[in-house]
């Protein structure tokens, strides 16, 4: 059974980087075809995809959202991390890590969601 797990602060002030990880229990983040995403949903609004990171490590990232998004991610710990610089209360949300799987599956697993909320 694969699990994910997020964590990090629910409150962060603006301006300052949101840093969350999603520690992933039941398949390791380097399978083959894995990919792992962060996905965000703001109160009222949809899902938005923010990025992931593949098994090799290279990274992809949302065009609205890449000169402010950096994914990273530590094998020995089996987690990867979302940082999200300069924020504003525009980014409040409930943010999600997710499996993608590769060929033909789609995302398959995904943490609970934890709530970031950006304010002073």
């Known amino acids: 059974q694969v699990q994910l797990q997020e964590s990090g602060p629910g409150l962060v002030k603006p301006s300052q980087t949101l840093s969350l990880t999603c520690t992933v229990s039941?398949?390791?983040?380097?399978?083959?075809?894995?990919?792992w995403s962060w996905i965000r949903q703001p109160p009222g609004k949809g899902l938005e995809w923010m990025g992931a990171i593949g098994y090799s490590g290279i990274t992809y990232y949302s065009p609205s959202l890449k000169s402010r998004t950096s994914i990273s991610r530590d094998t020995s710990k089996n987690a990867f991390t979302l940082q999200l610089s300069h924020v504003t209360p525009e980014d409040t949300a409930v943010f999600y890590c997710?499996?993608?799987?590769?060929?033909?599956?789609?995302?398959?697993?995904w943490g609970q969601g934890t709530q970031v909320t950006v304010s002073s």
């Open positions: 039941g398949d390791s983040i380097t399978t083959n075809y894995d990919y």
């Open positions: 997710a499996r993608f799987k590769n060929p033909g599956i789609g995302y398959d697993y």
